[in-house]
């Protein structure tokens, strides 16, 4: 585990407690980690969802053109 001395705003400190407040947890470490992880999870690299799979699936199953056959159906 490491241990960090942060500086933080006042707004940070109160999202940090409703966090904490929120989920039960015991101090503002959990709630940091809590956050940290959620934006892992949203934004960093998210899995892909199921009917995107599906989705995708679909695309890659689908008719492609080559590129003289595109440029035959466009001209």
Known sequence: MVQAVINIDEN??????IVKAKFGLKDKSQAINLVVN??????????LRPEYRTKLASIVKGKHLSRREFEKEVA
């Open 12 to 17: 940070t400190n109160r999202v940090l407690n």
């Open 38 to 47: 959620e934006y892992e999870n949203v934004s960093l690299e998210p899995e």
